[in-house]
């Protein structure tokens, strides 16, 4: 029943995927071709959204873009300083330098990676921390797939935390509350969301069960 009246909803998530990862069309074709979709299914086939209210969502949409890009803009220059400064650099030669146990590396890692995914914009974590860690890690026996599971999991908790938490401005944006209470709202999802974390680290055969050794 739930199948049937959500038809129209179910090829838009095979759509994304097969166009991505088809090769045919790069990430921002396919964001077009979605909001296309998405457009033509509430417009002409559930009739949820009439013609006369396109101009005031898109007016929304684009107020809401801005603040966005604003946020983003600053984040990246904030970016940009913390590289100019070498602070990861630092504090990553800091820990590798006094730390011999493998589950002592691992747990000042997720709070190393915590602490980054605060301040730094996932893809510049990628490009400055990942050929940092790699070398530590291996050399503490640890997995490169479970080492970028860790990786990911502890970047993503970073969406929602202050300052650079883009996911806690969007929100903030689209349901007009306070970035405050919603940093406050997020903290039990976030406990959650680490304790999920400390779960990945330490129990590895969860991240490598079909990997071949």
Request: glycine share 6%; aromatic share 14%; charged share 10%.
């Amino acid at each position: 029943m739930a199948i049937r009246e959500a038809i129209w909803e179910n090829p838009l998530p095979i759509l994304i995927l097969v166009g991505i990862f088809s090769g045919v069309m790069a990430v921002s074709e396919v964001a077009v071709i979605a909001v296309l979709y998405v457009l033509i299914v509430e417009v002409f086939i559930y009739r949820e959204i009439k013609f006369s209210k396109l101009p005031d969502i898109i007016t929304q949409s684009m107020i809401m873009m801005g603040g966005i890009i604003l946020i983003l803009g600053c984040s990246m220059a904030f970016t940009s300083f913390l590289v100019n400064a070498q602070v990861p650099t630092i504090l990553f030669d800091w820990i590798s330098n006094r730390i011999e146990s493998k589950w002592t590396f691992l747990l000042i890692l997720n709070l190393f990676l915590l602490f980054l995914g605060a301040i730094l914009d996932i893809y510049a974590a990628l490009i400055i921390v990942v050929p940092l860690i790699l070398p530590v890690a291996i050399n503490f026996g640890i997995h490169p797939i479970h080492l970028g599971i860790i990786f990911l999991a502890n970047m993503q908790i970073g969406y929602f935390t202050p300052p650079v938490g883009m996911n806690l401005f969007i929100a903030s944006y689209r349901f007009n509350r306070p970035v405050n209470e919603l940093y406050i709202a997020s903290l039990p999802f976030m406990l959650v969301l680490i304790g999920v974390v400390f779960l990945i680290t330490y129990w590895p055969a969860l991240s490598l069960f079909f990997v071949k050794h």
